[in-house]
């Protein structure tokens, strides 16, 4: 019986891997081995920063909510437990819009909050 070779998957695998490292400096892109490190530690970053660009993001929406209530003399804290407790059911992200694009609307949002905080 001929002797089975995994030369077809083989070259496959490599391709894949030599395809994902285009843009790579110097060997990064052209030696198998360290191309392989460079994407799977590409992989394994674009894999945490997925989850870390969602936490930034909600950092910064806070801080601009923050900055808008505290225009109105509210805190951050009492501005969303009093927008939980009027039953305002906007989140962060649609907050710290109004609170940039409309102002006025804002401060509707910060009169509400006052209203029915402690």
């Known amino acids: 019986m001929a002797r089975a070779t995994s030369s077809v998957a083989r070259n496959k695998r490599k391709k894949k891997i030599l395809k994902e490292a285009r843009g790579q ?4 892109s052209k030696l198998y081995r360290t191309a392989k490190n460079a ?3 590409g992989w394994a970053y ?3 920063d997925r989850r870390v ?5 909600r950092r910064l929406w806070i801080a601009r909510i923050n900055a808008g209530a ?3 003399d509210l805190s ?5 437990s ?11 992200k649609v907050l710290a819009d109004l609170a940039i694009r409309e102002p006025e609307a804002f401060a509707e949002l910060a009169r ?4 029915h905080g402690n």
């Open 39 to 41: 994407v799977e530690r």
């Open 53 to 57: 660009r969602k936490r930034d993001f």
């Open 46 to 48: 674009s894999y945490r």
């Open 82 to 92: 009093g927008l939980r407790v009027a039953g305002v059911e906007l989140n962060r």
């Open 112 to 115: 509400i909050a006052r209203e």
């Open 76 to 80: 951050y804290s009492r501005f969303i």
């Open 70 to 72: 505290r225009q109105h």
């Open 25 to 28: 400096f110097g060997a990064r």
